[in-house]
């Protein structure tokens, strides 16, 4: 899954562009060699001004010979190059359409979602959102996700229900209260434990705490570290969940 968009009958596959990857894997670590580079000559310059700041460092970094230092902070920074290509590479989201399943690739895993349980398809700020029949979230994608046409054009092209216009259930979010009437103690307790995460930037604890309000049909985001929240159908139409 390496490709950019490559298009069959049956799958359409939109992944990272083969051009962007090169200048990933090439570019970031000729930058860090470059700034290893530059280091040593900065060090060099700057120590002859009275007021550089942190003038000791880099009267250490001046003094040693030239050859070895900068040979070693070249690779230093080839290496510090290559770790960020391939953090960048990592983050990527890949996303398979065909006409039965999506399947969405991040990091180590690999989620399956069934074509026949999708109500609506849809980016939610830089999030892909797959809705179920009863409104619920199935997936809430984070990462670094292909651009909006791509990942538009893939899901059309399989007669999926793309919403151009975001979420269709966007207004029936309300901005969480603590201990408002409307929850009941135990959605609360799971939402102010949320909270906590977000202050902290805990996410997976924020996402394993979105999943536990999931299964008892609250739906809830974030914008910033405020949180909002809504019920899906199954929820509105049933007892059994944290609404109260």
């Not at 770790?83 to 399947?103: H, K, N, P």
Request: charge should be negative; charged fraction near 25%.
């Amino acid at each position: 899954m390496t490709s950019d968009v490559s298009s069959s009958p049956d799958q359409t596959v939109v992944a990272r562009p083969v051009g962007e990857r090169v200048l990933v894997w090439c570019g970031a670590p000729l930058l860090g060699a470059g700034a290893g580079w530059l280091l040593k000559v900065v060090a060099d310059w700057a120590t002859s001004l009275p007021w550089t700041p942190f003038q000791k460092p880099l009267e250490l970094i001046a003094s040693l010979p030239a050859g070895p230092v900068t040979i070693a902070v070249v690779a230093l920074g080839s290496v510090a190059g290559l770790v960020v290509a391939f953090l960048a590479e990592r983050d990527y989201v890949t996303v398979v359409v065909d006409d039965d399943q999506v399947t969405i690739a991040y990091r180590e895993s690999r989620r399956e979602v069934r074509r026949a349980s999708i109500e609506a398809v849809f980016l939610d700020r830089k999030r892909l959102v797959l809705l179920g029949h009863a409104t619920e979230e199935l997936v809430r994608q984070t990462g670094d996700l292909p651009d909006a046409k791509r990942l538009s054009d893939a899901f059309q092209a399989h007669g999926y229900p793309w919403r151009s216009g975001g979420d269709p259930h966007g207004n029936d979010f309300r901005r969480w209260v603590a201990d408002h009437p409307d929850l009941s103690a135990a959605a609360h307790a799971f939402l102010k434990a949320r909270e906590r995460a977000l202050d902290q930037g805990d996410g997976g604890d924020a996402e394993q705490l979105r999943a536990e309000l999931a299964e008892h049909g609250i739906v809830v985001r974030e914008e910033g570290k405020r949180q909002y929240w809504r019920r899906t159908n199954q929820a509105s139409e049933s007892s059994d969940d944290l609404g109260g």
